[in-house]
């Protein structure tokens, strides 16, 4: 873990949420096939909000974050996205899905284009941007993320700490209002690591709403102003990191937190 | 760089040069040694191979080098040879027309000709990227330019079929803000009803007013290996469009549109090409209303397609079947719709993937368009097992006659396999 626990500053007090809501799920169930993943969720979060999930494999926070931008279909319950209800209609889901940025664990990078063409398709093709914007802002994101001289460059020569930063800029091109990380570091080297939650950290301070699946808890404890621990599809327990750290309530959780932190 | 007395502790502070490969490892009697004389088993099979390779090398060269050129009969042939065994060249250069443009008029082969070279033409940019992009204009314009170079006729009718492809267009910008499929669908029936309803009457109106026309020739005037060109080139061109649809429905979660893909590609390749082409060839006309003339050279074209694309669609379907499930996602995550996300994101590598497969269809099309010999189109086998073998001066030249068939579609079939391979390079930029 690249961020010391011990040395890890209190939620920063400069990072303000705000008392709008950017996303509103009440009573969200999912199923796949007769097994229920996910019950009877409820969350709202607010505009500049960084929610951390976490919790063991298999207890839905993934499936939970990727049923915000509708990758996974819910059965029941109602999710609401800067707004916007989420439904079937295709034109919704598009809508929202260009609202919201995601990161996967694997990158996801499209492997026939450049980084710059990574960067410019969305904007180009959903937003309608002229070329030479799109790849200015292309540009812009690609320095903000510390990798503007491998822009001609394709994903397949390029580190998995980069290939993850550009995903983040890839992400950030299509000025979304939230973010959604799933595992973003779990598929990198120690070393590369640090890199991709520094771009994150950053992104944080910039006021980006995110919600972040990830063990790396150094990073819950120094950017979340809430951490969410999920337990067979379910939400057992969530607070302020440094209570949720130093002082957990649920039995379950604190067996979690002993067992990630053990060592 | 010493290593204290018997201490763990060690630190390198000069790294070490890299140095030559030993000398044994190169060298042209390294490589015979390595290759082919590496063990007593290996060098007799090499002596043997190599005694294989010259034995057939001996019989085969004289008798190509051998051969004679110029005589009007195989008669002629043997008197020239006198009892050697070689090759009889002149059935080639003397039935050249015939076997290359079959019964085309000799005066007009100018036009085919032209029509062969402009494809090349229209062909470049879409083989080479690197070409500047406006001459995809010339490729788009080029099948009705082949059309009226190769039959003839007025201008006018390619050029309706043309303003029915821009009629078609102009519906599809219309209504693709709305729906990519419904105005896809809604372009295809806008030209087809253009093209029944309107093409004749409008192109003779206009041919009244300004004939623009080439001698007429009729598609059974067009014979030999031309046939075979025409057909393999407008079946491959046509078919890959065709697969990729088939492929994607055959993808889709629509379970209509799934179900027709399915029963389409499976009854195509679960029937014999040959059965098709005598469907095309003899039982369309029982269904078809009486009168109605529709050319059988049309007819084939739309069976080879239709055959070949329901192979196409298989080997595309290994391709999307390939492709990681993040790639959709991450298009999905992007909010990339779906025609989007299919044309930027997954078509280019599905059919990346696919090139082989898909090269391979084309080189088998190509081949089997000399299936049409058997329901008597005169195609370069047609030509040859019909007027030249059967002729009293060429009767029994069979060896010159397929060779040469032979070697035509080996230069075309070499060619395409090699463009492949090469763009396969080209394209290879995800894993270095």
Redesign the interface.
Same mark, same amino acid.
């Given at each position: 873990m690249s961020q010391p626990i011990d040395a890890a500053p209190a939620v920063p007090s400069h990072l303000e949420v705000s008392d709008e809501v950017a996303i509103e799920i009440s009573g969200m169930n999912k199923w796949y096939g007769q097994f229920h993943v996910l019950r009877d969720i409820d969350l709202t979060v607010y505009r500049g909000e960084r929610i951390v999930i976490c919790g063991p494999s298999g207890s839905g926070k993934s499936t939970l974050i990727r049923c915000i931008?509708?990758?996974e279909e819910h059965q029941a319950g109602k999710i609401t996205v800067d707004g916007t209800l989420l439904s079937s209609d295709?034109k919704n889901i598009?809508?929202i899905?260009?609202?919201?940025?995601?990161c $996967?664990q !694997?990158f996801?990078? $499209?492997? !026939?284009l450049t980084i710059l063409e990574n960067c410019t398709?969305?904007p180009i093709?959903?937003r309608k941007t002229p070329k030479r914007e799109a790849e200015a802002t292309a540009m812009h994101f690609l320095e903000k993320v510390k990798i503007p001289d491998q822009a001609n460059k394709?994903?397949?020569?390029l580190s998995g700490g980069q290939q993850q930063r550009v995903a983040i800029a890839?992400?950030l091109c299509?000025k979304p209002k939230i973010m959604l990380f799933d595992e973003p570091t779990s598929a990198l080297d120690p070393e590369m690591i640090k890199e991709v939650l520094d771009t994150m950290i950053e992104l944080a301070e910039d006021g980006m709403t995110m919600l972040c699946v990830t063990h790396e808890m150094g990073f819950a404890r120094q950017v979340a102003n809430r951490v969410i621990f999920m337990d067979a599809g379910q939400i057992v327990e969530q607070n302020e990191p440094e209570p949720f750290f130093n002082n957990p309530k649920s039995e379950r959780t604190k067996l979690f937190l002993s067992q990630i932190l053990g060592h | 760089m010493s290593q204290g007395d018997h201490s763990v502790a060690f630190v390198r502070h000069d790294p070490l040069p890299p140095q030559a490969p030993p000398v044994s490892q190169a060298g042209v009697i390294g490589w015979l040694r390595t290759n082919l004389f590496s063990s007593i088993g290996n060098s007799i099979m090499t002596l043997i191979t190599l005694y294989v390779i010259y034995a057939l090398l001996a019989a085969i060269v004289p008798w190509i080098a051998n051969g004679v050129w110029d005589a009007s009969s195989i008669r002629e042939c043997r008197e020239q040879l006198q009892g050697v065994n070689a090759a009889c060249w002149a059935v080639i250069e003397e039935r050249w027309p015939q076997l290359v443009f079959g019964n085309y008029p000799p005066e007009h082969y100018g036009r085919a000709v032209l029509a062969f070279v402009l494809l090349f033409v229209a062909l470049a940019p879409v083989l080479y990227f690197g070409l500047p992009r406006k001459m995809l204009w010339f490729t788009g314009l080029y099948p009705f330019l082949a059309y009226w170079l190769i039959w003839g006729g007025t201008l006018w009718i390619p050029i309706m079929a043309l303003v029915g492809v821009v009629v078609g267009f102009v519906v599809f910008r219309l209504l693709e803000e709305k729906s990519f499929f419904g105005a896809m669908v809604a372009a295809l029936a806008a030209a087809l009803a253009f093209w029944i309803v309107l093409t004749a009457p409008l192109a003779e109106a206009l041919a009244g007013v300004l004939p623009l026309a080439l001698t007429p020739v009729a598609s059974r005037e067009i014979g030999g290996f031309m046939i075979n060109f025409i057909l393999g080139t407008s079946g491959i061109a046509l078919s890959l469009p065709l697969g990729i649809m088939l492929a994607l429905g055959r993808q889709s979660t629509l379970p209509i549109i799934k179900m027709i893909c399915v029963i389409f590609i499976e009854f195509v390749r679960g029937v014999p090409l040959i059965t098709l082409l005598f469907v095309a060839s003899v039982m369309l006309a029982y269904f078809l209303p009486p009168g109605t003339n529709f050319d059988l050279m049309l007819r084939v074209i739309i069976m080879v397609t239709l055959f070949a694309a329901a192979y196409m669609a298989e080997a595309i379907r290994g391709g999307l079947a390939a492709l990681?499930k993040?790639?959709y996602?991450?298009g999905?995550?992007?909010?990339?719709?779906?025609w989007?996300k299919m044309r930027?994101?997954v078509l280019?590598?599905a059919l990346?993937i696919s090139i082989p497969s898909i090269v391979n269809i084309a080189i088998g099309l190509f081949k089997d368009t000399t299936l049409v010999s058997i329901i008597s189109m005169f195609d370069v086998i047609g030509m040859i097992r019909g007027p030249i073998l059967s002729s009293t001066e060429w009767f029994g030249v069979y060896w010159e006659l397929l060779g040469f068939a032979g070697v035509l579609f080996f230069v075309f079939c070499y060619g395409i396999s090699q463009y492949s391979q090469w763009l396969e390079r080209k394209?290879a930029?995800?894993?270095?």
């Open positions: 931008n509708a990758l295709l598009d809508k899905r260009s609202e919201v940025g995601m $996967f !694997h996801n990078l $499209f492997p !026939h398709l969305a093709w959903v394709y994903p397949g020569q890839r992400s299509m | 990681p993040g790639q996602e991450a999905d995550s992007l909010g990339l719709d779906y989007q930027l994101i280019p590598q990346k394209l930029t995800d894993h270095r």
